[in-house]
């Protein structure tokens, strides 16, 4: 989905969550996840430089945070730790 369509999806309670991917994690990644659910909803979980361990990525998913961001290049690490958290809640 396009990033609009995708966050009116999370907000509509048509998808669970939102993940996005831009070269700093959270500019493009989520912009729209924000004007549209509120940036305390959202979380940028690796940026160049700078990324979230598994710990603080599983306690964002369980504090109810619904879109994340993150650097393309750490796609294939967060991803699933997002995914697995949330499926075990």
Known sequence: ???IQAASAVKN???DLYLGACDTGGGGA???AIA???YGRCVTVSSPGKSMEEPQIV???KAGKKAYGFIPEDA???VP???RTALNQ
């Open 1 to 3: 989905m396009g990033d």
């Open 13 to 15: 309670g048509q998808a």
């Open 30 to 32: 989520l912009a729209m």
């Open 36 to 38: 549209i659910l509120g």
């Open 59 to 61: 306690e964002q998913v």
């Open 76 to 78: 294939g690490r967060v």
């Open 81 to 83: 730790i997002i995914i």
